[in-house]
Structures are given as C-alpha cells and as structure tokens.
C-alpha cells in the first residue's frame, strides 16, 4: 500500500487511514493512572484525525470480555482496540493473576479478531513506576499505544 494514497494522511511519518475508528478499553482501577493514559492516547488520536470511543470496565480482568463484545456487534466500524489499565503489585498473588488473565485474554483476541488490540497494560511494582511512565522517564505508554494503534490499522490494510 502506497502512503500517497487516497484514503491516507500521514502523522510523524505513519500513514493515517481516513476511516480509522479506535475504541479504547480502560479499567476504573488506579484511575488517576489510567486516566493520564487515556489522556496520551486522546491526544494522538485527535492530531491524526482518527475517531475514538472511549469504554469503562471494572478492572483489567473484564477488557477481553468488553472488547470481544463490542467487536462483535459493531465489527464494520472499528479498526482497532487499545486496553488501557494499570495494575500494581500488592501482597498477595493476585497481581499475577490479574496480569496473566489480562495478557493472555488480549493475546486471544489478536488472533482471533480481524483488527488488532493494542496492550496498553501497566504492569508495574509501584505507583512511581507507573507514574514513570505517564510522561516521566520512561515516556508515555498512553500515547505509545495509539501509535501503535495507528501503525497496526496501516499495517492490515496493507496485508
């Protein structure tokens, strides 16, 4: 696919498809993290173009599941997921749970799904890493994931 064509922009070098949609899936947990990821991902998607939704699920556990229903009734509109979430490390195992369930059940719908999910999952031992990366040293996963998004949406159509 040529990036000079019709139905594409280019943002930062990557080509932009005129007719991307994006749904972004966040949890309500640590939501001041979240919140700063979903902000990350706005503000790319709304340089680009690119039309988004934005859909709340109790916590990571429950993004595969949302994510697969709403593939599944609105399949022609949206060309890609990002799961946004933040899971800290606590004192019991339950992080490991959580962070296994939730990169697994993403890893099936990118091979079951025709548009990608894009892991925007933190998975960290401290809220300062996960403030590390919302804009700190380590950049920000938020707007990481919606180029990724884009790049991802580029890359299919190219197929």
Not at 64 to 86: D, M, S
Request: proline share 4%; with cysteine.
């Amino acid at each position: 696919m040529s990036v000079n064509a019709p139905n594409h922009t280019s943002y930062k070098g990557i080509p932009i498809s005129k007719d991307a949609f994006v749904v972004i899936v966040k949890t309500e947990w640590n939501v001041s993290i979240v919140d700063e990821l979903e902000k990350g991902c706005m503000k790319i998607l709304s340089e680009c173009g690119v039309g988004f939704k934005t859909l709340t699920v109790p916590g990571a556990f429950e993004i595969p599941y949302i994510i697969k229903q709403y593939y599944q009734t609105h399949q022609e509109t949206v060309t890609a997921f990002i799961a946004l979430g933040c899971v800290i490390q606590g004192d019991t195992p339950h992080f490991d749970y959580v962070c296994k369930a939730v990169t697994d059940g993403i890893l099936q719908l990118n091979i079951s799904l025709d548009i990608p999910t894009i892991f925007g999952i933190l998975t960290v031992n401290t809220e300062a890493q996960a403030l590390d990366r919302i804009g700190g040293a380590h950049g920000h996963k938020g707007e990481e994931a919606a180029m990724t998004a884009l790049k991802m949406i580029t890359c299919k159509q190219s197929i």
